[in-house]
């Protein structure tokens, strides 16, 4: 078993043999880390803060994006390409240099590049308007979609004001016709000389008797009629319908009062996002040296331990057989 046990001081001494090696390996992987350092591009870096909040007179049924959807919309590509051409930058770079982190109830928006400061500030503002008219064309489509559900509504309860109006209008010339009919009655009898000469005390007295019930009966009659068409005028469709006729208007007058806020919504549709803070400027950004160095310098010690191990294992065949060749020479010849 001896044979096979490591013995930590071969290793030490194959590396002091080839220190030379592994501190050339380490003094390259610095230089060249510290070069590529220094030579590296100056980038510059914006963050804007934005927060997520339903604006006053929204559509109901309309859902507001989490903020979690606002930054995964932030890297859709067809919004990059809005923003990307007339930047004079490709989406690709545009996709790469952006990032959008969700903090709480708010969203991150950051840029980085190699770009000038002012010009990396208004590619983010570029973005941020973008994402924001995005957003507001959901909200018009809300509306939109909100209007016609409306002008479905309205259409159904007029509907039931004009069956409302017609039934009225139906009483209204029934009562006129009874009315009509009820002061002819009358009139017919005011003006008939007979009955109008029978006396009290003979015959004719329960014929009498009965014209002047007649007439009793007709003018209680016409009063009704009367105080019905007084009513109709003045309550109109309520005589007809009573609670639900004001409910009914109530809700047309909400209609309508929806139907403007929608309309002003439409024609400036708000959007749910809004700046927080914005978009702020830092930088220039470089890579840091003292990082860049220290992975340099591990990466230069594994590699230069790793190939004095290396050469170590190629020489060994031939110092093997070196030491074999010595060992199979013949000795002096017995004088």
Request: cysteine-free; overall charge negative; charged content about 25%.
């Amino acid at each position: 078993m001896d044979e096979y046990e490591v013995d930590l001081r071969e290793y030490v001494r194959i590396l002091w043999k080839g220190k030379w090696i592994v501190a050339g390996v380490l003094a390259v992987a610095l230089v060249v880390a510290g070069v590529v350092t220094a030579r590296a591009p100056v980038e510059h870096r914006a963050e804007v803060l934005l927060a997520v909040e339903t604006p006053a007179g929204m559509p109901s049924g309309y859902s507001l994006p989490t903020a979690a959807r606002v930054a995964e919309r932030v890297k859709d590509p067809n919004l990059l390409s809005r923003v990307a051409l007339p930047a004079g930058v490709s989406p690709a770079w545009l996709a790469a240099a952006l990032e959008a982190r969700v903090q709480g109830a708010f969203v991150q928006v950051a840029l980085q590049g190699t770009r000038p400061a002012a010009e990396i500030g208004a590619i983010l503002a570029g973005v941020v308007d973008a994402l924001r008219a995005d957003l507001a064309a959901g909200v018009a489509e809300a509306a939109d979609r909100r209007l016609g559900e409306v002008d479905a509504a309205r259409a159904a309860l007029r509907a039931r004001l004009t069956a409302w109006e017609e039934e009225l209008d139906e009483m209204r010339m029934a009562a006129e016709a009874s009315r009509d009919r009820l002061r002819g009655e009358i009139a017919r009898v005011g003006n008939d000389q007979e009955l109008l000469a029978l006396s009290v005390g003979d015959e004719a007295t329960v014929r009498g008797y009965l014209v002047q019930k007649e007439l009793d009966l007709l003018y209680a009659r016409l009063q009704q009629v009367e105080l019905a068409l007084d009513g109709m005028e003045r309550q109109g469709e309520a005589y007809v319908a009573g609670a639900a006729w004001r409910n009914t208007a109530e809700q047309l007058a909400a209609l309508d009062e929806e139907e403007a806020v929608l309309r002003r919504i439409l024609e400036e549709p708000p959007s749910p996002l809004s700046v927080v803070r914005g978009p702020v400027l830092s930088g220039p950004v470089r890579p840091s040296l003292k990082m860049n160095l220290a992975v340099a310098g591990v990466l230069g010690l594994f590699v230069g331990v790793l190939l004095v191990f290396f050469i170590r294992a190629l020489q060994a065949p031939t110092n093997g057989r070196r030491d074999l060749s010595m060992d199979e020479r013949p000795g002096p010849t017995p004088g």
